[in-house]
């Protein structure tokens, strides 16, 4: 049983340990680098919030509550920046940079509900606040009753505050979706689909955490159950350093790219203004369709909106209400078209890989490739050449 116990304890610190260690290098790596800490400034923060959580939980695993308790009184309100960091971040990596005085109440917000919380249980008796601070039961007092409701009240804050901004997360991601399909041609590295995996983790994760006291009644908490949390954590700290450090702006114009022009990073919306006849959208729509069979333009994997504009002579405005409103399909959509046109070529005419025939039209993956031949052809690529 001893064995058992002490095996729990050490996979626990252990992991914790790591979380701790990985969670300061990325933060230390991205603020170190000036083009990362502008665009990842919020997650610099969320990773600083991560590693001294990390340590508030090593605190209590080696039991060093006495001298080092301000640490533990200060974790339930430095987790309440947890939100409004990720949430900054999502902003930032998909072109929405808020204003500064927008992403400074984002972190006020917070903070307005945890340090009134914080005051009150800073009120309370020492070994109250050890009680607090290491989950132990507390005394049979009105002190005692006073910390259980701050502690719920705290936990149902946090949660209620971190389901916000993770809904937010969320819409943004949908958002950020929707418009990469309207500017660039192959989207693989701007889904940013591993922030939704990093999301769904910290749901959950948290989930539990906050709901650990209210649930210690149901089944027992310790053992495995913390190494299996603290395992959680480690994957999803571990996700966003290792994708945060190489993840640009999702709506950063492809390299090679000498210069930048106005709007390179917006996505027209409306087009109320536009002087655009539905005339002159058909005679754009056949002149891109010509472009893109002469020059093979689909085969550019870094092919956008705006530099098929500039083979058009016309503006991104305009290509984009004709693919839109003329043609009925997103950019996206528009040279997939082309390339599964010409992959299909291939796959009757060769007996080439479909991973050299994705690659030679131009998509970047074949699970993009698989896609877009399903989207556009009803079927899979292996049906399609046995056809």
């Not at 959509?333 to 390339?339: H, L, M, S, T």
Request: with cysteine; proline share 5%; aromatic share 10%.
């Amino acid at each position: 049983m001893q064995g058992t116990m002490l095996s729990q304890t050490i996979a626990t610190d252990s992991l914790v340990t790591i979380t701790f260690a990985i969670a300061v290098f990325g933060a230390v790596s991205m603020f170190g680098d000036q083009e990362q800490r502008q665009l990842n400034g919020g997650l610099i923060v969320f990773l600083a919030v991560a590693a001294f959580d990390a340590l508030a939980v090593l605190v209590d695993l080696w039991e060093a509550r006495g001298p080092l308790l301000w640490i533990g009184r200060l974790e339930p309100v430095v987790i309440f920046l947890y939100g409004p960091s990720i949430y900054l971040y999502v902003l930032r990596v998909t072109g929405k940079t808020p204003p500064f005085r927008r992403a400074a109440l984002l972190y006020a917000g917070p903070m307005a509900v945890a340090l009134p919380l914080f005051g009150a249980a800073a009120m309370l008796p020492r070994d109250v606040q050890v009680a607090m601070v290491a989950s132990l039961p507390m005394p049979d007092s009105v002190e005692g009753e006073r910390a259980a409701a701050l502690m719920i009240a705290m936990q149902a804050s946090f949660v209620a505050i971190t389901f916000g901004f993770l809904v937010a997360c969320w819409r943004v991601l949908d958002d950020n979706l929707r418009r990469v399909g309207s500017l660039f041609s192959s989207i693989e590295d701007r889904t940013l689909n591993w922030l939704r995996v990093v999301i769904v983790l910290i749901f959950f994760a948290w989930m539990q955490a906050a709901l650990q006291p209210l649930l210690a009644g149901f089944y027992e908490t310790g053992g495995w159950s913390d190494a299996v949390d603290a395992g959680v954590t480690l994957s999803w700290v571990a996700i966003l350093v290792y994708f945060g450090i190489r993840q640009h702006s999702a709506l950063q114009e492809p390299a090679p790219r000498a210069r930048s022009l106005p709007g390179d990073d917006e996505v027209p919306e409306k087009y109320a203004r536009s002087a655009l006849s539905a005339d002159r959208m058909r005679q754009l729509g056949d002149r891109m369709t010509h472009l893109m069979q002469r020059d093979a333009l689909h085969r550019d994997p870094s092919l956008s909106l705006r530099r098929l504009a500039e083979h058009v002579g016309a503006s991104p405005n305009y290509v984009s209400q004709t693919l839109n409103d003329h043609l009925g399909v997103s950019f996206f959509d528009f040279v997939n078209g082309f390339r599964v046109d010409e992959a299909e070529q291939l796959m009757r005419t060769t007996d080439r890989t479909f991973t050299e025939i994705a690659l030679d039209v131009g998509f970047n993956s074949r699970s993009t490739f698989n896609s877009a031949v399903r989207k556009h052809r009803g079927t899979s690529p292996t049906a399609l050449r046995k056809r």
